[in-house]
């Protein structure tokens, strides 16, 4: 399987909402997983217990999107161009849109850098 299928397979999990399922699947116990910010954040554990409390904000998801996707196989790269429409518990309702890099160890990612607005990105 080519890491474009991967990184394809795993935006179609995110779509069907088999968020946690693409993240046990495909994430390294290693990742390091960095936000816009340049906040880092390591291990499979700790970003496990971060995806489950973002998922968890959300009341309604509203949909999603994948404008560009691409990757270059001969580096282990993955790029991902994204979007989604959620109402988070408190009521914002909010489309947040990002960039997503992938760099892969074998089967799984290794790392993942995101680009977005901070300040209008999530909760």
């Known amino acids: ?19 946690m399922d693409a993240f046990e699947k495909y994430y390294h116990e290693d990742v390091v997983m960095i936000e816009a910010t340049g906040e880092r954040f390591a291990g499979k554990d700790e970003n496990r217990k971060r995806e489950e409390g973002f998922f968890g904000s ?9 404008d560009a996707i691409t990757s ?12 989604m429409e ?6 914002n309702r909010i489309k947040m849109a990002q960039i997503a890099r992938q760099k892969w160890s074998g ?17």
């Open 107 to 123: 089967d799984h990612i290794i790392e993942e850098r995101f680009y977005y607005n901070p300040n209008t990105f999530g909760a």
């Open 72 to 83: 270059n196989e001969d580096n282990a790269t993955t790029m991902v161009e994204n979007w």
């Open 1 to 19: 399987m080519s890491y474009l299928d991967k990184i394809t397979d795993i935006y179609t999990l995110l779509g069907e909402g088999k968020a």
């Open 58 to 66: 959300i009341a309604e998801f509203h949909g999603a999107g994948v």
């Open 86 to 91: 959620v109402t988070f518990q408190d009521g």
